[in-house]
């Protein structure tokens, strides 16, 4: 199963948190999900762990993966250095010496030799434009929207139909 995702944050250093989440299947056009927090998302990928192959792609991973990372360290994942030492609760990494982004892979269980795994791969590798750029370069009939990225948005904030409008394109974008 493969999906793209996109995350919204704050904007306030002092407050710097996921606010809104997205995923659209990209072998399933009708399927869109979203969300207030990444706590809603890991559970997302941890309810579809179980699927092989299961792939998450995110339009700029350097950016979102901070974000995972966080939520990662703070649930007691474990960082180790291939993915041959993947066992439950921990997350290994593909991140080059210029520090670019190519994917990291969550293993939320193990069961002998089968994973519980999310592998997140960056899709800006695959389509180096941005996301307005990929709707009119290939003519989709979606687009880039704007929303007022300094809004204050506070913990559990619901979104509003035009932010859920905007983060959808923008996942649904990158998934056609």
């Known amino acids: 199963m493969r999906f793209t995702a996109d995350f919204e944050t704050t904007t306030n250093p002092n407050d710097c948190r996921v606010w809104a989440y997205a995923v659209a299947s990209i072998e399933q056009p009708g399927f869109f999900k979203y969300g207030n927090s990444i706590d809603g998302f890991m559970c997302f990928c941890k309810d579809y762990s179980f699927e092989p192959d299961f792939v998450v792609y995110f339009h700029n991973l350097k950016f979102d993966g901070a974000f995972i990372f966080n939520w990662l360290f703070r649930n007691g994942f474990g960082y180790v250095k291939s993915r041959d030492e993947l066992e ?37 590798k695959i389509l180096p434009f941005s996301v307005a750029k990929i709707a009119k370069g290939f003519n989709l009939p979606l687009e880039k929207l704007e929303i007022d990225y300094e809004k204050e948005r506070p913990v559990g904030h619901e979104l509003t139909p035009h932010e859920v409008k905007y983060i959808e394109n923008d996942v649904k974008i990158v998934a056609l």
């Open 88 to 124: 439950k609760k921990t997350f290994t990494t593909l991140i080059d010496r210029n520090k670019t982004f190519y994917s990291i892979e969550v293993c939320f269980n193990r069961k002998g030799k089968n994973r519980e795994k999310v592998v997140f791969y960056d899709s800006l």
